[in-house]
């Protein structure tokens, strides 16, 4: 949809002439660093052009009015300023709510009410992380209409304290990191432990990411994220019996393979092993790319997801037949699960000469396997979360 669309939308839905403001937060995929991030290891994310669009205006009351045109069913959910706990019935609407929550528990004044409608044509439930592009949209939402000045860094805490501490999904800060932070045609190498990032330029040469949705529905909340990072945890805790460590992230591949005799439990093992060997692949991979090695880079990634696979068992079998197609096809150079997995998305580095056979080939093999099809999606590395200031 275009401004003038949302537009019109917007003054549909809320009632009201008063002229909104557009806002964007991407989505974003995760070339390489899988479940590295909450275990204080390296990821390697992009933000993309798919996203979420916040058109707001201010009120002059207490209330805040919430529209989603993903969930047009569930029509405005309301609240007042003076009440933003956490609401089952509130479903969708309270990703902002607690984004709007902790930002005023962090001392910024948010005097009046808004109306808010949200747009994303990112695939809900995919894996491309709809729920901080959500928050993070929320945010630059606030610092636009009250003249906020958020430092980016502490936006992007406030997000992920939403998720850990209102919504209740144990996650790291990635995904609003990767959001907040992402800039045109860069990818992010983020260590997680400390925060440190640079910039590194995506340069696919003849190649694009495609992004392959499984569309086999996932719900984070529900799913065994949080088992994953109790078993890591408990991993990291037999470690410290004897290594002076505060993550596994600090762990190189050879001081593990020293030290695993002391985690007492196989399938922890298996966990932390998974944690270790990503976070070295990951800086690895960001080598082979400032190099041009591509083919190297795409190796790497195929790698991840089998150690996704049989290590932290987190794909499936729709991730995995989509991995196993891209694999055999010819032009692609490398393929993986990207986010969370147990459903969502995988992404695909093709020559533009196959992207089309690829398409057609993969969905075809896929749709006979499971009696649905994926969707395919070709997004390009964008900007981070602003204020939109011009016609989109």
Known sequence: MNQN??????????????????????????????HTDYNGGHVFPAAISLGTYAVASPRSDQKLRFYSLNFPEQGIIECELGDLSFNPDHDWANFPKGMIQ????????ISHGMDILFYGNIPNGAGLSSSASIEMATGVVLEGLFNLEIERLRMIQLGQNVENQYIGVNSGIMDQFAIGKGKKDFALLLNCQTLDYHYAPIDLADHEIVIINSNKQRTLAASKYNERRAECEQALADLRTELPISSLGELTAEK??????????????????????????????????????????????????????DDYEVTGAELDKIAELAWAHPGVLGARMTGAGFGGCAIAIVHEAQVNSFKENLAASYTEEFGYSPSFYEAKISDGAKELREEF
């Open 5 to 34: 669309e949302l537009s019109q939308v917007f003054h549909e839905i809320f009632e009201t002439d008063v002229e909104p403001r557009f806002f964007f937060a991407p989505g974003r995929i995760n070339l390489i660093g899988e």
């Open 102 to 109: 902790h930002i005023v528990k962090d001392g910024f004044s």
């Open 256 to 309: 593990f393979e020293e030290a695993k005799h002391l985690i007492a439990n196989n399938t922890n093992l298996k966990r932390a092993k998974h944690a270790v060997y990503e976070n070295e692949r990951t800086l690895l991979a960001l080598k082979e790319l400032e190099q041009g090695h591509l083919e190297a880079f795409g190796k790497l990634m195929n790698v991840s997801h089998v150690s996704l696979r």
